[in-house]
């Protein structure tokens, strides 16, 4: 007889990379196909997969998940230019990529569903996070002065109709670079960078870093952002090894590049005893850099608080959703909306091109979202928006007195809630966390703030990710990566060195078969996943950790550090 749980809704299972796929084919096998009777949709997000199918693999989960309603997503690799050489020299016969094929999957996930972030602390009862001790510490963030988004123009479409970037070069012909439809109350925006600045701050960077000896950390999105972030990147990348590797080297001094959101999470929750950080964008360089100055005047506080950080990215708006190049010759970039120029500017090749915009519609059912979540837990809300100086800001400020008298109509008023610049609302989440607090931040503020809130947290496999749809599509993913350090160390040993938390996988699997249970009315599927979820804080609880949470518990001398293998056997048999 079959003693496993019937469930009839299936469940949408998203594979992915390296030491996470590892660690999630564990999970599967352990908590699902050995203890539930389940349809599992499963679909190969891995990065070769991806570029296999020139990305039909990603409008395959799409649609699955449109369907199905539920699922669960692995950590998936986005190949940076080396492993995509790798990978084509691999299969030389794959020509044509989309651009599907080679982006990070995820933007265009959350845009085909429609979904909403939301990253909140997996609540540990015996974590007791030893602080790292910012107070004093000496590290320095420098970023550019000029261009970029605070350069940018900005404004809210008047009218419904189409926003088109077009190119005047040489020829003295318009060419159309791209061209998108937006809606009346639609943000968009233009930024551009002087890529002769750029490479001249390139030069004072690393002189700066020569002269006070500081290790060298260099922060962009250039896998997301890869025509202006990645333009950046290139040429300061040049810079460094044409003129000052050597100098670097022989001074015993190191280089680092990591993608912006992944290293503000390492240096704040571990930080390097001496540095320079290199934050080219300045927008999101002056808010690292208060941060850091707030951390080193004031240090980091224990977290006895939830800290819960609600990311605007449904329709792929602002950055990730942006078209982005570099120019390919000098010239004029116009912006054009239904056939008026809105906007001239002058370009040289090689300056990076940056055009975005966001749907208002959009916002509204993300600030509703917000509002729900925040009533539903009792939160305190804390929205960052630069509303003094971007009109592309604004209309979030205007959506949310929208959706406030909205509310009040109805008689369910909205939880207490601040608006302040996004610098303040990082500031006030890392160095003054409130009680329950919920902090909404557009989309690349979200992935930043929350990569630094979850490291923060322990580690990133300690806090749980759920996208959520307008239509009630639901997906749970774990905020970490796919551990490529790790899976190196996994494959030399030949599978017997398997070091991964996979804390965040078990938690959003619980997460989702909690879905599942209360949409089909299945109780024995809740209860399962309840003591699925209680059975991993419990092992935690206990003192049974792995080594990214030795040293982090109430009681460090009786912690019992295990590998991945251990830490899933202690799980299942907690679930006994």
Known sequence: MDSRISVTSPLVILHGDEMAQVAFEHILKKFVSSRLDIQLEEIDLSAENRLLTNGQVVIDAIDSLQRHGVGVKNAGMTVNRQQLE??????????????????????????????????EDIQFRNLNIR????????????????????????????????VKLMFVGSSGDPVELHRREIRKGDPWLLATNDIEDVKAWAHRFFQRAIAEKRDVYLGLKDTVIPGYDGAMRSVIEDIYHSDYKKQIEDLGLNYYYELIDAQAARIVSNPPERALWGVPDNTTGRKLLKLVNQLKEFGIPGRGAHVSISRMSAGGGDQYGSFNMAAKEDGLLKVIVDGDEKHARRVRKGDPMLLMSNDREAIKDWVLQVFRDASRKDKEVYFGLKREYMEYDEVYSEVITEVRRELASEHTPPPSFMIMRPSSQLKKMITDPPRNALYPSQNLDGDIFSDISAALGGS??????????????????????TAHDLYLKYLESDGKVAHFNPSALIFALGNALETLGEREGNEPLSQYAVQLKAALTDTVDSGIVTADLKGKTVDPESEQVVDMIGFLEAVEKALQ
Do not use: C, Y
């Open 86 to 119: 790798d990978l084509l020299r691999k299969h030389p016969d794959v020509d044509n990529l989309h651009p599907l094929a080679t982006k990070s999957p995820n933007g265009a996930i959350r845009k085909g569903i429609s979904g909403n972030i939301t990253r």
């Open 131 to 162: 602080r790292p001790q910012w107070v004093g510490r000496d590290i320095e963030v420098d970023t550019m002065e000029f261009g970029g988004i605070k350069d940018s123009f900005n404004q809210l479409s008047l009218a419904t109709g189409v």
């Open 460 to 481: 990133l496999a300690t806090a749980s990710s759920i996208i959520e749809s307008k239509d009630g599509t639901m997906l749970f993913e774990a905020p970490h990566g």
